[in-house]
């Protein structure tokens, strides 16, 4: 069968996703040493002027609902690393006094 005319099918949205190699290695690392910034990489933004954060809340929020990547978690299924999608987030940003 020529595989260049088979139609792309949708995942359902509760398949269990493995994981690629480089997620697999990036999981075991967090395994041996859990919680550990050495992956981030920080951003800093000065805004200037009034800030609206319903208006930036709700723009991270679309953003984070369109990208199934912003939404995906991992989770362990019988010592095996596994990723889920998220169906919505609700993202509220953290606001300091």
């Known amino acids: 069968m020529d595989t260049s005319q088979m139609p ?5 949205s509760d398949d269990d996703i493995p994981l690629s190699p480089v997620q ?3 999981w075991l690392l967090e395994q041996i040493h859990p919680n550990t910034p050495a992956y981030n990489i920080p951003i800093l933004f000065r805004l200037k002027g ?6 930036l809340e709700r723009t991270f929020n679309e953003i984070i609902n369109r990208h199934e990547i912003l939404r995906t978690v991992f989770i362990d299924k ?4 596994i990723q889920r999608v998220v169906k919505k987030v ?3 940003l953290p606001k300091l006094n």
């Open 24 to 26: 697999k290695r990036f």
């Open 90 to 92: 609700n993202f509220k």
């Open 50 to 55: 009034k800030l609206h954060i319903d208006i």
């Open 8 to 12: 792309i099918m949708a995942r359902r």
């Open 78 to 81: 019988e010592g095996e690393p």
